[in-house]
């Protein structure tokens, strides 16, 4: 009775573990802001994030010195719910463009809408928020931990991640061609359950993130 119970546990961990956040964005999860999403290959940011990349191999940075900013939106347009509001949405895209215009501006002269030689187009969007509950830590895989893991994710009682997804491209204005893709989620602050709302300051240290990864990207 006890090998079944314990194989059991065993067998539910595996399953658990199986379900645990994904560090990348799922195809299913692609939003169609992107002129394409061929070639996306799973690599590690400057910062250390897992983000899906593609890179024209003929693309150097070298070759640019000035960027047309275009200012990231919302894509699709997202709904309020009773777990975030609009106020939260308004914040966060007027933190991220500011952040991301001056990182963009230590790499790059900044320039109006006109395409011309040297030049690149950034465009942008947040196509995502979300909160996932946890996945199971190492030390709760034993059966009896199993149990009461799963009575509270049944009741909403077990942590969740706040996730933020952006999509990005940078396009070459003389070619009209894009040289760099990139599809990444980031993980903000742990909500304590299914109920609590979502707030600017959770999903803060995303943009932050992504703003250190564009200065430090080679």
């Known amino acids: ?22 560090q990348t964005v799922k195809q299913t999860q692609y939003s169609g802001f992107l002129s394409s999403y061929d070639g996306l290959q799973s690599v590690e940011s400057a910062g250390g994030q897992k983000v899906l990349r593609w890179v ?29 509001g609009q ?36 465009r942008g969007a947040i196509t995502g928020v979300s909160a996932e509950t946890e996945g199971l830590k190492p030390y709760e895989v034993i059966p009896v931990a199993l149990v009461v893991a799963g009575a509270m994710t049944a009741s909403g009682e077990r942590d969740q991640d706040t996730e933020l997804f952006l999509e990005g491209e940078l396009v070459d204005t003389s070619t009209g061609k894009a040289v760099l893709r990139v599809v990444r989620k980031g993980f903000g602050k742990t909500l304590s359950n299914n109920r609590q709302a979502i707030e600017f300051a959770d999903l803060k240290p995303v943009v932050d993130e992504l703003t250190t990864d564009v200065l430090k990207f080679r």
């Open 56 to 84: 024209d191999p003929a693309f150097s940075a070298a070759n640019y010195d000035k960027l047309i900013f275009q200012p990231l939106r919302f894509y699709p347009t997202p709904q309020t719910t009773d777990r975030i």
């Open 1 to 22: 009775m006890a090998k079944t119970l314990i194989l059991s546990g065993v067998i539910a961990a595996a399953v658990l573990l199986t379900g645990c956040t994904s």
């Open 87 to 122: 106020s939260t949405y308004d914040e966060l895209l007027k933190y991220a463009n500011r952040r991301l215009s001056e990182a963009l501006s230590q790499r790059f002269q900044l320039v109006g809408f006109s395409s011309g030689p040297r030049t690149l187009e950034f």
